[in-house]
């Protein structure tokens, strides 16, 4: 980054213009065709020269200032550029050349200043005032952007005619900040304005230049403005009819000038508009705008992005329009189109009843539904059909006008399924139609029952063969185990543990008889029946103790284990 004092800045470039005005330096002029050294790259060390300031002046140096302190906008005077400065050496430079952008209001030309030897200003500040004159327009700001002041050293070959980037050493040239350059004090203003309701908002801007920063404003709007005085740079202003703005400024040096306009209030925006709503089922309205009033050249943008005075082949809907003018006042107008938006809604409701009443949900209870249909657009809507294919339905197709409602055209009811229980819950979606003149609408929802799950097993254990009581060692016992599902889901993963008297260790028993649904799966109110066999040991017979012989049931849906027993007593 290149970084250099400003007053380092000034001082490259008020020394190129002042070589280029030396009368005693005949080759003082501008080559723009030849090699702009801010080009190559030259990082430019040097910081031989301050500037200590930068005026328009007449050819000999005095400034225009010194002539009148503060003129007219617009005014159009001769004008040269002289320059104040000093230098920390006492050599003067050869070669030297000053590359800057000249602005004169705003318009920019590429300058390539020859100023030859440039003498030294160690001892002493200098004043040199460039040989080259310019129209200058009162209020316009005379700049010199981005300068770089390249030179050599005595002695070196003249590049007057032609050179290369690296015949200008590094060390030996110097960036600089952009230059304004001091000129009389010009009083100056803009305004925007917008009429809205009748008075109009006036937004100044000083465009004040020259003379001596700060400035001190004192503004005056007359007795149809409010407020009718001010001292802000930038006031804003409400005029109720035509009227005047003064502007009086005061720079640091108590210098003063003073600009009036006239203030002519824009008539307010105006929309006017030609409307054709579209018609039901097709996207062709149109919206046409005819604009009056404000300033200068309008713009119109509408809230989905699309620009223009005409719109065609719209749908219902809102659109806005926004017209924005030159100073940026806007006026704004919505437009409905009211074409028909048919639309239709669907509540699906169920209610759960226990068929059987016994407080538990079983296949074979109900879930019975109602579907409330609403006409949600502004269009009636006719052959309103609603379907749900997973249960049972009853209705016919009716019509709805807009806003109205139905829950009793179409009825329905679904009778619970054992899968849906093992499921824990029962979902179905419904969906309703109808036709709105050429148009379909629709909507759907769904519904779900959630259904309580209650996993129960019974398990019963009996002997049913041998003595009982037993009356000696190596008699056999039987037993019949049963398991039966007394709850509302199937159970799987089932499974049948027996303990013998005097084991500690059971025995995984195999089903019997009962399994006939589904193979390994105990069905609701299905019952499953096992054997087992038991021979007395005379170890268990000394005892005496009664004979307990434990079955232990589990699965999935029930862990328990749900215990059963049968006791048989021992005589001895």
Request: with cysteine; aromatic share 8%; hydrophobic share 35%.
């Amino acid at each position: 980054m290149r970084k250099f004092k400003t007053t380092i800045a000034y001082l490259a470039i008020f020394f190129v213009w002042l070589l280029g005005i030396i009368p005693t330096e005949t080759h003082a002029q501008n080559q723009p065709n030849l090699i702009d050294l801010r080009g190559c790259g030259s990082s430019c060390s040097s910081n031989n020269f301050t500037i200590k300031q930068v005026y328009l002046s007449d050819a000999s140096g005095v400034p225009l200032s010194d002539s009148f302190a503060t003129c007219t906008p617009g005014v159009q005077q001769t004008a040269y550029i002289s320059i104040v400065y000093n230098s920390n050496s006492g050599s003067s430079t050869s070669n030297t050349r000053l590359f800057a952008d000249l602005s004169i209001g705003g318009s920019t030309q590429f300058i390539n200043i020859w100023l030859g030897v440039l003498p030294s200003a160690k001892s002493g500040d200098k004043i040199v005032t460039l040989n080259h004159s310019f129209t200058w327009s009162c209020g316009a700001q005379v700049k010199l952007l981005n300068p770089l002041l390249a030179w050599t050293t005595s002695g070196s070959a003249n590049l007057f005619s032609s050179y290369q980037c690296n015949d200008y050493p590094s060390a030996q040239c110097q960036f600089g900040s952009d230059i304004t350059v001091d000129a009389p004090l010009a009083v100056q203003f803009d305004y925007t304005a917008c009429t809205q309701n009748g008075s109009t908002s006036v937004k100044f801007i000083s465009t004040t230049n020259g003379g001596s920063v700060p400035y001190r404003y004192n503004w005056t709007f007359g007795p149809n403005a409010s407020p009718s005085t001010s001292t802000l740079a930038d006031p804003t202003v409400t005029y109720s009819s035509n009227g005047t703005a003064t502007l009086v400024v005061t720079d640091s040096k108590g210098v003063t000038n003073t600009f009036t306009k006239t203030i002519t209030p824009p008539s307010e925006l105006a929309i006017s508009s030609s409307v054709s709503q579209p018609t039901p089922g097709t996207n062709n309205g149109s919206i046409s705008l005819t604009v009056n009033g404000g300033t200068g050249t309008k713009t119109v943008t509408w809230n989905d992005g699309t620009t223009g005075l005409n719109r065609t082949n719209l749908p219902a809907g809102t659109y806005i329009a926004t017209v924005t003018d030159e100073f940026n006042c806007q006026k704004t107008e919505t437009f409905i189109m009211t074409s028909p938006l048919p639309n239709i809604s669907l509540i699906k409701s169920g209610l759960y009843v226990d068929l059987n009443g016994d407080g538990i949900q079983n296949v074979g209870d109900r879930i019975n539904y109602t579907f409330l249909v609403t006409n949600t657009g502004n269009f009636p809507l006719s052959n309103v059909t609603v379907t749900d294919p997973t249960i049972t339905l009853n209705g016919s197709a009716f019509s709805l006008a807009v806003g109205a409602s139905n829950n009793t055209g179409f009825t329905g009811f679904y009778d619970i399924k054992q899968e849906d229980i093992d499921a824990g819950f029962f979902t179905n979606n419904a969906s309703v139609s109808a036709s709105a003149g050429n148009i379909n609408v629709s909507a759907t929802d769904s519904h779900t029952e959630t259904l309580i799950q209650a996993p129960n097993l019974l398990v019963t254990k009996t002997q049913i063969g041998g003595p009982n009581p037993v009356t000696a060692a190596g008699q056999k016992l039987d037993y019949e185990i049963t398991v039966t599902n007394t709850g509302n889901i199937r159970v799987t993963n089932l499974t049948t543990t027996d303990f013998l008297p005097g084991t500690t260790s059971g025995i995984n028993l195999t089903v019997l008889s009962g399994d006939v649904t589904e193979p390994g799966i105990l069905n609701v109110d299905e019952t499953w029946v096992y054997n087992v066999s038991y021979t007395v040991t005379q170890a268990v017979f000394d005892l005496g103790d009664n004979l307990i012989n434990v079955v232990n049931v589990t699965s999935n849906q029930v862990p328990g284990p749900v215990v059963a027993s049968a006791i048989t007593p021992v005589t001895i």
